[in-house]
C-alpha cells in the first residue's frame, strides 16, 4: 500500500511542477502544443525512471561506502547527463519510430532539474530501490499530467480573447499560477489516509 | 411493408416560409436577350468549348464537351448564335468570373434532333456515356457528376430518391414532384436499372402532403405497368433540418450512419435528387439534354414562384420577371441556411441554381451583434453530423488550421447552418468555417507545388550532375585515346611535326634556350 | 510512515544519513585528511571514465547516417528554388540550417511566417525581417513576339519550367513556375515579365469572418 502512496503522492500531492516547483523551463517550454507536450511528457518519464533507479545504485553501492554523499549533485548530473545521451543514441539507431516521438526532447531533458531534483529527493528521504523506481515514475506521470493540462489550456488561450499585454507568456504564467493553487488542492486527500 | 423510420442526431425545425412560392404551378421563364453559359457546370471539372465565336447553335446542341472522364458536357439552351466565348462573373459567392459562352437567341428555339435511347435496349456504357454527353450534375446544389455515381462498381441494395427539401423558402423540388412525378419515377427506374438496387425509397419530408400524394400516385402507375418490377416506395419523413442533407435522408431511411471519410456507396446505398432523375428520364426518354431547371423565386417579390429558367438566364431577368419589392437589400442563392448573397445580379443561373431569394431586413433581420463564445455546447447538441463547432470555431479562430482539419475534422462539416443558427451568442459560425477550409485547402495546393517544384529541382539537379559526369567521361576517353596512340608508335609523327618546325624556324630553335 | 502529504518536500535530513566529510573527527592535517579527498577523486573519476567509455561505444556502435533534420527544414521551405539565400536551391539552404551555418530568416518567399515555422522546429531565436508573403503568387510570362530564342532563361530555371529551343519562340509552363526570377537576369532583350496569377472563383478564398465593433451596453 505505501508503494502506492508513493505514486500517488508524487503524482498529485506533490506534484513535481506545481507543488514542488520543478522543471519549469520544459513546462513553459514545450507546452505550446498538446503532441509535443505529450512527447516530452513520454521522454521525461523514460529518463526520469531509469535515472532514479540507476541514482539510487550509485548512491547506495559507490557514494555512500565511501561516505561521499556530498558529492549526490557532481555524480547525479554526470550520470543523467549520459544516460541520456547514451538513450538517444540507441532509440536514433534502433527504433525510428520512438525517435519521431522523442527525438528533439530527449537532449533538452539533460537541462531539466526535474530530472535531477527528483533523485536528489529520494535519495534525501532514504527510499529503497523500489521505491525510488516509483518515485521517478510517478514524479514524471506527474510532470507528464502537468505538462498536458497546460498544453490544452495554451492551445486554447491562443485563441481566446486574451488583452493585448497580457498575450502570449503572461497569460501562460498566470495560469500556471492558478494550477498550481489547483493542485495544492490535493494536500487535502491526506485526511482520508 | 411499413417503413421504419430512424431519427439523424441533431438538427433544426426552422420556420419553413414554403408556402409562399409552393402555391403557383411551374411557369417558364422568358427568353432573355442574353445568355452567359460557364463552362464550369461540375463539381469535378469543366468542359471545353466546341464552338466558335460567330456559330449558330441549335436548342440542345452540344457546345462543350467534358475535358476528362469527370466533367460533363453542356449544351445550348436555346437555339441562336455564339457571340463572346469570354471571361463573366459567375454565381459564386466571390463574384469572379471565369470562362462561359455567350449565346444570343434567335427566339426561334429550334431544336437539335433529339434521340431517345431506350434504357430496355441500350447497355449499361450506353446508358453512362450519354447520362455523361447529357451534362447530368446533382441538382440538389452539390452539381457532382450523376455519371460517375451512378457508375460506380458497388453492391447496391438501395436506390434513394431525395424529395425532402428540408431547406426552407425552396419549393422547387416540391412543385417538380408534384407536376412531374411520372417523369422522377421513370427516371429513379432507370438509374435503377444502371445500379441494380433492390429498392427504390423515395423519402420525401411530411410537409409537402401533395408531393407526397403525386409521387405516390406515379409510384402506384408504375408498379402496376410492369409485374416484374421494381419495388418503388414514397415514404414521408417527418420534417427536420438538415433532413435532405444525402447522410442525413440515408441515416432517416435506411439507418445506415455513413462515417467519416466514407461515401455512401460504400454501404450500398446511393442518393439521387428528384431533380437528377428527372433530367435523367429527359435525357434518356425523350433525349433532351440538361439545359433548364426548376428555380424558385422568393422572398421580398411580388410573384414568388416557381419557374423553369434556361440555363445562362441571369439572376437579374428572373427577379425582373417576379417584381422585386423596394426594400430589397441583397440577392440571395440558394436557401437562407447554406446559400450566398449574390455580389453581382448579372450572374447566370447554373445547374446547381435551386432558389433565388430577395432578402430585405424585414424578412432577415440582420444578425445581432456577436458575443463571445462560452463553449455553452448548444451548437454540438444541434449538429447533425456529431461535429463540436464551438471547437472548430476556436481553432479556426486562432487560425490553427491542423487543429481543425485533423482533431475536430472540419471537411465532415456539411456548412448546413444549423450550429450558426442555434448559436445564443449569434456567432457567424459557418463564415469561419469557410474561411479556414478555404485556407486549408490553399495550404494543401502550396504544399502539392512546393513537392512538385522539390521534385523537378532534384531531377534537374541530378540531370546536370549526370550530364557534367558524362561530359567528364567523353574527355577522359579521347584523352586515353589520344594517349594511348602516342605510346602505339606515333612517335613518328611527333618527330616529324618537330622536324617541320625547326626547319621553318632554325635560327629560333637554336637561339632560343629550350624553356624546360 | 510516509505521509501523503509530506511537509518535508524540501531536501529533509529526517532520514537521510548524516553528511560527514570523513570518519572520526576531522583534521585538517596528515595524510589523513588527503583519504576522503582521494575517495572522492577516485570514485568521481572511475564514474566519469566508465560513462566516457559507454558514451565513446554508443557513439561509435549506433552512429546513423544521414541528417533527418535537413529533411524537416527541407519540408517547411516554399520550394522556389530562388537561391535569394544565397544557396544554390531550398535543399542545400536547409542542409546549411540543419548544421547551424545559415540564418534561419533568410527565406525572402517564405517570409517572417517561414522562419517562424523553423524557429519553432529547431528552438531557434525568431528573428523578424519585415517580410510578408501576402503577395499573390506571380508567375513569369515571356513575351513571345520579343524573344529571340537564346535558350538563357531555359538553363536558369531551376525548375525545367520554360520550354523552347534555340532560335525558337521560348513559353513558360505557368503550372510549374515558382516565381523565383531567376530568368529575369540573364534574358538579353528583357521579354520575361512576372504577372500575378489571376485570382477565379477555383482559387479564390473565403475572407476571415470581420468583426464588428460590439456594442456594450
Known amino acids: 500500500m505505501s508503494y502506492l502512496f508513493v505514486v500517488l503522492s508524487a503524482v498529485l500531492v506533490n506534484n513535481v511542477v506545481f507543488v514542488r516547483i520543478l ?110 523506481l516509483l518515485f521517478g515514475f510517478g514524479s514524471a506521470a506527474g510532470f507528464t499530467l502537468a505538462l498536458i493540462l497546460f498544453a490544452g489550456i495554451r492551445e486554447r488561450l491562443e485563441g481566446a480573447d486574451v488583452p493585448l499585454p497580457f498575450r502570449g507568456v503572461p497569460i501562460a504564467m498566470m495560469t500556471a499560477g492558478f494550477m498550481s493553487l489547483a493542485f495544492m488542492g490535493f494536500a487535502g486527500l491526506d485526511r482520508f489516509h | 411493408m411499413i417503413q421504419r423510420l430512424f431519427r439523424f442526431r441533431g438538427g433544426i425545425e426552422p420556420p419553413p416560409h414554403k408556402q409562399e412560392s409552393s402555391a403557383a404551378p411551374i411557369r417558364p421563364a422568358p427568353l432573355p436577350p442574353k445568355l452567359v453559359v460557364p463552362l464550369i457546370q461540375s463539381s469535378r471539372g469543366s468542359a471545353r468549348t466546341i464552338v466558335t465565336v460567330g456559330d449558330k447553335v441549335l436548342k440542345g446542341q452540344c457546345i462543350g464537351e467534358p475535358e476528362d472522364a469527370g466533367g460533363t458536357a453542356i449544351h445550348a439552351p436555346t437555339s441562336g448564335t455564339v457571340t463572346e466565348i ?46 455523361q454527353a447529357s451534362g447530368i450534375v446533382g441538382m440538389g446544389g452539390a452539381v457532382f457528376p450523376s455519371h460517375i455515381k451512378i457508375g460506380k462498381d458497388a453492391a447496391v441494395e438501395t436506390l434513394l430518391i431525395n424529395g425532402a427539401e428540408c431547406e426552407p423558402w425552396i419549393t422547387c423540388d416540391d412543385r417538380l414532384m408534384r407536376e412531374r ?265 502550396e504544399h502539392k507545388a512546393a513537392d512538385q517544384a522539390r521534385a523537378r529541382f532534384e531531377s534537374r539537379a541530378a540531370r546536370l550532375e549526370r550530364e557534367k559526369a558524362e561530359k567528364a567521361a567523353r574527355l577522359a576517353a579521347k584523352a586515353a585515346e589520344t594517349r594511348a596512340s602516342l605510346a602505339a608508335g606515333d612517335t613518328a609523327l611527333i618527330a616529324a611535326a618537330a622536324q617541320r618546325t625547326q626547319a621553318q624556324a632554325p635560327d629560333n630553335a637554336t637561339t632560343t634556350p629550350d624553356p624546360t | 510512515m510516509l505521509s501523503w502529504a509530506s511537509p518535508d518536500w524540501i531536501v529533509s535530513t529526517k532520514h537521510a544519513p548524516p553528511i560527514r566529510y570523513g570518519s572520526g573527527p576531522a583534521r585538517l592535517t596528515g595524510p589523513d585528511f588527503l583519504q576522503p579527498m582521494l575517495a572522492a577523486l577516485i570514485v568521481m573519476t572511475g564514474i566519469a571514465l566508465a560513462l566516457g567509455a559507454a558514451l565513446g561505444y554508443a557513439a ?37 540550417v540543419a548544421s547551424g551555418e545559415a540564418e534561419i530568416n533568410l527565406c525572402t518567399p517564405g517570409g517572417d511566417d517561414g522562419a517562424r515555422k523553423l524557429s519553432e522546429l529547431l528552438g531557434r531565436e525568431f528573428k523578424p525581417r519585415g517580410v510578408t508573403v501576402e503577395k499573390l503568387k506571380t508567375v513569369a510570362l515571356i513575351d513571345e513576339q520579343t524573344c529571340i530564342g537564346c535558350t538563357l532563361c531555359i538553363q536558369a530555371c531551376p525548375v525545367d519550367a520554360i520550354v523552347g529551343s534555340a532560335k525558337q519562340m521560348h513559353t513558360v509552363v505557368s503550372r510549374i513556375c515558382t516565381g523565383c526570377e531567376l530568368c529575369l537576369p540573364p534574358c538579353p532583350v528583357d521579354c520575361i515579365a512576372l504577372v500575378e496569377e489571376p485570382r477565379t472563383p477555383q482559387n479564390w478564398r473565403w475572407k476571415y469572418p470581420a468583426t464588428g465593433l460590439k456594442v456594450v451596453a
Not at chain 1, 64 to 83: G, Q, S
Not at chain 1, 103 to 114: F, R
Not at chain 2, 87 to 115: F, K, N, Q
Open chain 1, 23 to 132: 522543471g519549469l523551463c520544459p513546462f513553459m517550454g514545450v507546452s505550446k502544443k498538446l503532441e509535443t507536450a505529450l512527447g516530452m511528457g513520454m521522454a521525461t518519464t523514460f529518463v526520469l525512471t531509469i535515472a532514479s533507479g540507476t541514482s539510487y545504485l550509485i548512491d547506495h553501492y559507490l557514494l555512500a561506502p565511501f561516505d561521499l554523499a556530498y558529492l549526490r549533485t557532481l555524480a547525479f548530473i554526470v550520470v543523467i547527463a549520459a544516460i541520456v545521451q547514451i538513450t538517444e543514441l540507441v532509440i536514433h539507431k534502433t527504433s525510428p519510430m520512438l525517435q519521431q516521438v522523442l527525438g528533439i526532447y530527449l537532449p533538452l531533458i539533460t537541462t531539466n532539474c526535474a530530472v535531477l531534483g527528483i533523485p536528489l529527493l529520494s535519495a534525501g528521504l532514504g527510499y529503497g530501490l523500489l521505491e525510488s
Open chain 2, 86 to 131: 469570354g471571361r463573366y462573373p459567375m454565381a459564386h459567392p466571390s463574384g469572379l468570373a471565369s470562362l462561359a459562352i455567350v449565346l444570343e437567341p434567335d427566339g426561334e428555339e429550334r431544336w437539335i434532333t433529339p434521340e431517345p435511347l431506350d434504357p430496355a435496349h441500350a447497355s449499361r456504357e450506353e446508358l453512362l456515356l450519354r447520362i
Open chain 2, 181 to 445: 412525378a411520372a417523369d422522377i419515377v421513370a427516371g429513379a427506374k432507370i438509374l435503377h436499372q444502371l445500379n441494380g438496387a433492390r429498392r427504390i425509397l423515395i423519402g420525401i419530408e411530411d410537409n409537402k402532403p401533395e408531393a407526397i400524394a403525386a409521387m405516390a400516385a406515379a409510384a402506384q402507375e408504375s408498379r402496376s405497368g410492369d409485374k416484374a418490377g421494381v419495388n418503388v416506395e414514397v415514404v414521408p419523413i417527418p420534417t427536420r433540418y438538415p433532413a435532405g442533407g444525402e447522410k442525413q435522408l440515408i441515416r432517416v431511411l435506411t439507418g445506415i450512419e455513413v462515417p467519416a471519410g466514407k461515401i455512401a456507396s460504400d454501404f450500398g446505398v446511393q442518393c439521387f435528387n428528384v431533380g437528377t432523375a428527372h433530367a435523367v428520364c429527359r435525357a434518356l426518354a425523350h433525349g433532351e439534354a440538361m439545359i433548364s431547371r426548376i428555380v424558385t423565386v422568393t422572398g421580398n417579390v411580388e410573384r414568388p414562384g416557381n419557374y423553369e429558367v434556361l440555363l445562362g438566364t441571369p439572376v437579374s431577368s428572373l427577379l425582373a420577371l417576379c417584381g422585386v419589392r423596394p426594400g430589397t437589400n441583397r440577392t440571395l442563392m440558394g436557401g437562407p441556411m447554406m446559400g450566398f448573397a449574390l455580389p453581382s445580379l448579372d450572374a447566370p443561373i447554373t445547374k446547381g441554381s435551386n432558389c433565388i431569394i430577395a432578402a430585405s431586413p424585414a424578412l432577415f433581420p440582420p444578425p445581432p451583434p456577436e458575443q463571445a463564445c462560452i463553449r455553452c455546447g448548444t451548437c454540438a447538441r444541434a449538429c447533425p453530423i456529431g461535429l463540436q463547432p464551438f471547437e472548430l470555431y476556436w481553432a479556426s479562430r486562432a487560425k490553427r488550421f491542423d487543429d481543425a482539419a485533423g482533431r475536430y475534422h472540419i471537411f465532415d462539416c456539411i456548412e448546413c447552418g444549423c450550429c450558426a443558427y442555434v448559436c445564443p451568442a449569434h456567432i457567424p459560425l459557418i463564415d469561419y468555417f469557410r474561411f479556414a477550409k478555404s485556407e486549408i485547402r490553399a495550404r494543401d495546393e
Open chain 3, 60 to 96: 561509435f556502435h549506433f552512429k546513423v547516417e544521414g541528417n533527418p533534420i535537413a529533411e524537416q527544414i527541407d519540408a517547411l521551405l516554399p520550394q522556389t528554388q530562388c537561391a535569394q539565400c544565397g544557396y544554390p536551391g531550398c535543399k542545400p539552404y536547409a542542409e546549411a
